[in-house]
């Protein structure tokens, strides 16, 4: 199989670069690096992974290096320099370490030897020298966190480098073109190898970067940090299959784990006693969850309810919508708690909220969210394992199913949002549930069809309409 792929790879790229045996060179736009820490300009720190003004981006061999500031991978003798923040140490260049299927930019070693090699999955997993690994969406997380981006509005900006990156000729700098140049993260514009339908492609010199992350949960899509010199943020970016090549960035440590609880070997049930519905219920750790959406109508007033496409079996298929004050029963029919609530804004409701639940079951809250995934595993494989075994469609021409395992019986199955307009979102795509609220906003839990397996918490707007899973009240 192996044999075959680089057969594949071989004759793309020739037909990517032309059949051109001597491509052009990379421009030299990088001065060279000293081994001393005297020199090499980069803090040893770790608070602010800041550099000055005599940092660069050349490679480094293991010769007289200093070990504070530079990692020396004793498999080839190359050596890589180190961008520490807060708790994390990142190698702050590309990997260059050959494997029978890395491949250069242009099949070019000099584009190795300026940007590092390009990997395929699923090589790339085992790639990191012994003592780091390859980056996870949460390892990211924290890198933004700590350069104090955590919303990822110029994050791409900010760790990019100063140098290798086309301009744009327009006035701004932090928009378009070139980095900060502020940290020693030193992302340089070197491309990568992508695959279409139909082909593969050397793409993005100057223009781009692609840094692998790993995907906790194997979805069949390549998962990866998308750098352009377009943009000030970073895309979190998947491609269907993995014939793609991307450049490694690896991270110093072990990376925590989290160890699922036990699945239950079967299902539950609840009545509910206001219109005879029963719905299968399911037990992950302490809790116990429905494992259908609800379905019960819910119209006093401006807390309303509908069904997808206002359609009663829109309701028998995706589950009632709410919007947050129906949601919150806002009109306390069944809980003098919540008067009032028509929004996050106004509500004083404290402790347990029973909502539109049926009797004995309430509205989640944020902690007994995060309860559910971290039981099955974690935020970036919950939504996989959350997922109906059915029911979600195809995601790409491939034929890559949008099923998950269900492995814990909560059979979470693709829904829809009523917008503020009126009109009902993304039918089939995700599933989408109310919570209580945080802050000012109502809490939503999301889970997609494809290009991800986590579940995401996002804040949702009081005038949306979503579904509802209720959780038991604990005896």
Known sequence: MKKFLY???????????????????????????????????????????????SSSAKKVSCDNVDAEN????????????????????????????????SLCYNDSAEYCAKFGRLYFWPDVLDVCPEGWYLPRSEDYNRLLDAIEDPNNRKAGYLLKSEKSWKTTGEKEPEEKGPGAGIYSFDVLAGGY?????????????????????????????????????????????????????????CVKGVPDTIVPVTPAKKQGSLTDERNGRTYKTTKIGNQVWMAENLVFDYNEGDAESYCVN??????????????????????????????????????????????????????????????????????FSAGWKLKASEGWDFCDYRGTSGNGTDEYLFSAKPGSIRREDGTFSDIGKFMAVWGTMSGTYGVAYEIRQCGSASIAHVDGSALSARAVRCVKDED
């Open 7 to 53: 057969l594949f790879v071989a004759a793309a790229m020739f037909i990517a670069c032309g059949g051109d045996s001597s491509p052009a060179s990379p421009e030299d736009t990088s001065s060279s690096v000293s081994s001393s820490a005297g020199s090499s300009g980069k803090s040893s720190g770790k608070s602010s992974g800041k550099k000055s003004s």
């Open 310 to 379: 206002n359609k009663r079996d829109g309701c028998e298929k995706y589950g009632t919508l709410y919007n947050w004050s129906a949601a919150m029963d806002s009109k306390a029919l069944y809980d003098s708690n919540t008067v009032g609530c028509t929004s996050p804004r106004n509500c004083k409701a404290t402790g347990r909220i029973r909502g539109v639940c049926p009797e004995g079951w309430h509205l989640p809250d944020t902690t007994e969210f995060e309860a559910l995934i971290t039981a099955v595993g974690g935020r």
């Open 193 to 249: 190898l992508y695959s279409s339908k139909d082909s593969l492609k050397f793409t993005g010199e100057s223009t781009s970067a692609a840094l692998w992350r790993i995907p906790v949960y194997d979805e069949g899509y390549s998962t990866y940090i998308k750098f352009s010199y377009t943009s000030a943020e970073i895309s979190w970016t998947s491609n269907s299959g993995y014939l793609s090549a991307y450049s490694v960035r």
């Open 70 to 101: 530079v990692f020396c991978d004793t498999r080839d003798g190359q050596a890589y320099r180190i961008f520490k923040i807060g708790d994390m140490e990142w190698m702050a260049e590309n990997l260059n370490y050959e494997t029978e299927s």
